[in-house]
């Protein structure tokens, strides 16, 4: 099976709340389609992330911003992406309320 890109050996959390197990997460079209405690087949994949001894976590909702006016100027809220975040609550405070 071809990824376009594979996370070897990471701490995953799986968001459970259970604890975090060294797995390899294949993706392929910007979706995780594999999550294997056994390596996966690395022949082709341009682009194979080592990601021994660091975090690898589903991403994370922000339930309490203050984006009603941001996300008009950066649709992307980029400055979220970068810290993993992939989901938000907006008009739970601040001016939409």
Do not use: N, Q
């Not at 995780?32 to 975090?55: H, N, Q, R, Y």
């Amino acid at each position: 099976m071809s990824y376009d890109v594979i996370i070897r050996d990471g701490l995953w959390f799986d968001g459970t709340g259970r604890p975090p197990l060294t797995r390899s997460l294949g993706i392929r079209d910007g979706i995780v389609a594999e999550v294997s405690a056994a390596p996966l087949d690395e022949t082709g994949c341009p682009e194979v992330i080592d990601a021994a001894g660091k975090w690898v976590v589903p991403g994370f909702i922000d339930v309490h911003t203050h984006y009603d006016a941001e996300v008009l100027l950066d649709p992307g809220l980029r400055e979220s992406v970068r810290h993993g975040v992939t989901t938000v609550l907006l008009g739970m405070c601040s001016l939409s309320t």
